[in-house]
C-alpha cells in the first residue's frame, strides 16, 4: 500500500469505518511515515473545526408554523373531498337525468312512431288512401305527420 | 407518547394523530434546521426548507415503510432538499473538481510547513474553514454533515444518498482533501501578504 492508499484508511478510520486489521497496519506505516502522521492530524483537526461548528436552537415560530400548516392543509384536503363528492354526485345526478331525458325522448320517439304506423295502418286510412306500396305507406307516414303539425 | 419510538409515531401520524407528529418534529426540528443552515448558510431559507420537509412528512405519513430508521429516512428527504436546492442557487460557487482534487493537491501543500496550522489564529481558521466548507460540492458537503455532525455511518449514508459504500468513502475522503486544499490557500494568503 502507499500512502495515497493510507491516507483514504486514515480517514475511514478517523470515521470509525477501519477494521482491526488495517488499524494495525496504518499504525505500523504512520511510525515510520511523518507525512501520513501530519495527515492524520490535519484530519483530526478539520473535523474538529467541523465539530465545533455550535447548533443553533431553531427559532420558536418553526414548529408553531409547522403544525399551523399542518391543520390549514387538513382543511384544504376535507374542503377538496366535500368539493370532489359534489362534484362526483353532480356528475351521477347528470347522468340519471341524462339518461331519463334520452329514455324519455326515445320512448316518445318510438310512441310517436307506432302512433303513426298504427295510423297508417288502420282500415279506415287504407280504405281512403290504399298504398301501391311500401315505400306508399312510408311516404304516406311522413306527409301524414307533417300534416298532423300542421 | 414521549417514550414511543419515531416509525411507532409516524405510524400514528399516518392515521391522523397530529401530537405524534408534533413529536417527531420537536425531535427532529433541531438537527434538521442546523443540517439546512449549514447546507443554505441562511436562516430564513433553513427555516421554509424545515417548514417545508415536515409539511411534506406529515402528507405522505401513509407512504412511509419501515426499510431503513426514521432518521434515516427523514436525512435522506433533508439530503435530497439540501442537494437541490444548492444546484439551484450555488452552482457558480462551489469547487471546481477538476483542479483542486489532482493528486498531490491539498494536504501536501497545505502541510509544507513544520505543524500543519499550528501557527494560525484559531478564529481565523474557524472563519476560513467554514468558508471552505460552504464551498464543497453539494454532495460532497452533505456527506461530511451526515458524517461528523450527525454521525452516521457510510453504510446509512450510503442509504440516505443511493450511493454504494465504497462511493460515500471516496465522497468523504476527497471532501476532506478539498477543504485541506483550501485551508491551505487560506495559509498561503495570510503568508504572503
Redesign the interface.
Known amino acids: 500500500m502507499d500512502c ?1 492508499e493510507y ?2 484508511l486514515i ?2 478510520k478517523v ?3 477501519a477494521t482491526a486489521e488495517e488499524t494495525d497496519l496504518l499504525v505500523e506505516h504512520l511510525v515510520e511515515c511523518q ?1 501520513c502522521r ?2 492524520e ?3 483530526f ?3 474538529g ?5 455550535p ?5 420558536s ?3 408553531s ?3 399551523s ?3 390549514s ?1 387538513e382543511e384544504a384536503t376535507v374542503f377538496s373531498g366535500w368539493a370532489k363528492l359534489a362534484v362526483a354526485a353532480a356528475a351521477v345526478f347528470m347522468m340519471i337525468v341524462g339518461a331519463g331525458i334520452g329514455d324519455y325522448l326515445a320512448d316518445n320517439a318510438a310512441e310517436e312512431t307506432v302512433r303513426k304506423s298504427g295510423d297508417i295502418f288502420n282500415v279506415e286510412y287504407l280504405a281512403v288512401y290504399p298504398p301501391n306500396s311500401v315505400g306508399d305507406i312510408v311516404l304516406g307516414a311522413i306527409e301524414g305527420g307533417e300534416n298532423e303539425q300542421e | 407518547m414521549i417514550g414511543l419510538e419515531d416509525a411507532d409515531l409516524m405510524r400514528r401520524t399516518a392515521s391522523g394523530d ?1 401530537e405524534s ?2 413529536l417527531l ?2 425531535r427532529y ?3 434538521i ?2 443540517f439546512f ?2 447546507s443554505t448558510g441562511s ?1 430564513e431559507d433553513s ?1 421554509d426548507l ?2 417545508d420537509l ?2 411534506n412528512l ?2 405522505s405519513a401513509r407512504r412511509y415503510r419501515e426499510i431503513a430508521s426514521f432518521k434515516t429516512y427523514i436525512f435522506r428527504i433533508a439530503s435530497n432538499m439540501a442537494i437541490s436546492f444548492w444546484r439551484k442557487r450555488r452552482g457558480k460557487e462551489i469547487f471546481s473538481l477538476d483542479g483542486d482534487e489532482a ?1 498531490g493537491s491539498g ?2 501543500r ?2 509544507s510547513g513544520d ?3 499550528a501557527d494560525l489564529d484559531y478564529a481565523e ?2 472563519r476560513a ?2 468558508e471552505a ?1 460552504s464551498k464543497l460540492p453539494p454532495e460532497m458537503a452533505v456527506a ?1 454533515e451526515l ?3 450527525n454521525e452516521f ?2 453504510k446509512e449514508i450510503a442509504e440516505i444518498l443511493g450511493k454504494s459504500v465504497s462511493a460515500v ?2 465522497l ?2 476527497r471532501a ?1 482533501k478539498l ?2 486544499s483550501e ?1 491551505r490557500g487560506f495559509r498561503g494568503e495570510r503568508d504572503d501578504p
Open positions: 495515497g491516507r483514504k480517514s475511514r470515521d470509525g469505518e507525512s501530519r495527515f492530524s490535519s484530519i483537526l478539520v473535523n473545526l467541523h465539530e465545533s461548528i447548533y443553533e436552537e431553531p427559532p415560530s418553526l414548529i408554523g409547522i403544525m400548516g399542518i391543520y392543509g | 397530529r407528529f408534533r418534529v420537536e426540528q433541531k438537527p434546521y442546523n443552515l449549514r436562516k427555516e424545515t417548514q415536515f409539511l406529515f402528507n493528486e494536504f501536501d497545505f502541510s505543524e500543519p496550522v481558521l474557524d474553514f467554514k466548507l461530511m458524517r461528523v455532525r455511518s457510510y468513502e471516496s468523504i475522503f476532506r477543504l485541506l485551508l
